[in-house]
């Protein structure tokens, strides 16, 4: 189960009731990176992603924050580029 989460709060409540996966929408990087310690502390154990105005320029804070996962619909509205994308699981 995948749900889209706006504060801490409901963060932990969502991991707790056993999301597989949570989006936090509009997450400082700081913020993002309290809510995987909280998780982790918390010994709730899901996969974040980062939603909700991720680009180029901020996405590498936000997987520094933790991120396992980015959200983001920046290459609908970016100069096309050729890209490579490689997928691994950091498990």
């Keep these: 189960m995948i749900v889209e989460v706006t504060n801490l709060n409901e963060a932990i409540v969502w991991a707790s009731a056993g999301a597989d996966i949570l989006q936090l929408e509009k997450f400082t990087p700081e913020a993002f990176a309290e809510c995987r310690i909280v998780l982790e502390r918390a010994g709730l154990r899901t996969v974040l992603a980062a ?41």
């Design 51 to 91: 939603a909700g105005g991720i680009r180029a320029d901020n996405a590498a804070d936000n997987v520094t924050a933790g991120a396992s996962l980015l959200v983001t619909s920046a290459p609908y509205t970016a100069r096309p580029k050729d890209v490579q994308v490689i997928f691994f699981a950091s498990y």
